[in-house]
């Protein structure tokens, strides 16, 4: 009897409870004065991103406090990868930004072999392969060479990504995490979309499934002209 | 001393009166937290407000040494930047900005025996951004980005006091390039404290309620 009491009370408990229950994804467009111009072909310049998300149980020495999570660059490098190639699905061609060069790089490769004999026995073959590249890519060039590059390459767009990671709250760490992507128009620098998708993630999802979700929730609907 | 009597009146005997005494004083304590509320100013330049905006890295200012991080002040960055965005701003982040052209540098190493193969990857980038331009440099990279407008904010943390609790302001400013005049300012402080609002809430609480004052008001 008191056993099912005390069951009684605990479901009362969490049905009163309504932090469980998550906002629903929410997504906002906004038209800028480009918004009829032809742009179909984009550079993407990478994400940028800031995070409030706390790592629990792993406080700083100094304060206690916990220790503020920073965007991880592979999360950061999936929602680029996740909005270009939705935007290349949509009909945009999508120029990453990290592989166009602004100047001519130098690439120097280096294969070094090895196999030692011991008592008329041959070793298995080791061997090591060194690829380094030197130079500068758009992301890495001041503005006016930016400029020239976009022009010569006949570019019409300029893509950019920013993430958001709200801080985490209760037992759940529920956060917001939100994705943002604008596009401008290059001769004109006026805006042609910016399109935002902010979620409500908990539990066990990790920022980096919160970020790729917001990123193709965000993406979604967008259209080359 | 006097010794309180067993069941009738025990309620006001000296030594339940001293209990009494100290609820009556605790309530009227108010423990509750001050409502958030931000306050923007319009300033001089508010009927020329800039279209093309460079946005600076949020300032952090703290009498506690590492209270505030690196992480806060991207978050704080990444939020105003969104926001302003969104409303219609041409922003560019001054991190992104190179001054000269920079040189990156991408080394990856495999390497291979007994059929087991490894890979590592290691990139060296070299920039000089808008932190490390010196006055001249900045002012031409302000010209060739022919921006009109500056944004800059800042993180402000108390001391914690007894309980652990501290204020965070979150104060955004634009103004104009050329002549530095101020187009609005938007501050909003939020109060945070042990088993109540952490630091990262309150900042983030912070930041969006001085964001959507200053977006509201546009």
Known sequence: MRARSIMLLALLLGVACSSVELLPDRVRVRTGPAAGTKTR?????????????????????????????????????????????????QGFQVIDSEQLNATSRERIEKI?????????????????REVERRGATFVEAPPSL???????LGADGL???????????????????????RLLHVPSGKLVWARRCTLEVGGLITDAVAMERAARCATRGATAR | MPRCPDRAGWLWCPAVRGVWAVCVLSAACSLSKPIPQARVRRGPAWTAPPSIVLALPAECISAQGDACTDAHRAAVDSAARMALEFVGYTLVDSQTVNVRL???????????????????????VK??????????ERRAVIGELEADGILASAITMTMPDLVGDRTIEVRLTLSR?????????SRCAVETGDGDLSTEQAIEHATRCALESATLVE
Do not use: M
């Open chain 1, 41 to 89: 072909k984009v550079v993407a310049l990478p994400a940028t991103c800031g995070a409030l998300s706390t790592l629990a149980g792993s406080p700083s020495e100094s304060t206690g406090n916990p220790l503020t999570s920073e965007c991880a660059p592979p999360d950061v490098e999936g929602v680029d990868g996740s909005v270009r190639a939705a935007l290349e699905f």
């Open chain 1, 112 to 128: 070094e072999t090895s196999r030692s004999v011991s008592q008329g026995v041959r070793s298995p073959e080791s061997w090591s």
């Open chain 1, 146 to 152: 930016q400029r020239s590059i976009l022009q010569e």
């Open chain 1, 159 to 181: 893509l950019s990504t920013r993430i958001w990671i709200g801080a985490a709250t209760g037992l759940s760490a529920r956060r917001a995490v939100e994705v943002q992507v």
């Open chain 2, 102 to 124: 920079g040189e990156r540098r991408e080394l990856t190493r495999q390497t291979g025996a007994y059929g087991a193969t490894t890979e590592q990857h290691e990139v060296e």
């Open chain 2, 127 to 136: 920039r000089v951004t808008w932190e490390e331009a010196t006055l001249e």
């Open chain 2, 177 to 185: 390039a050329g002549d530095e005049r101020v187009v609005w300012v």
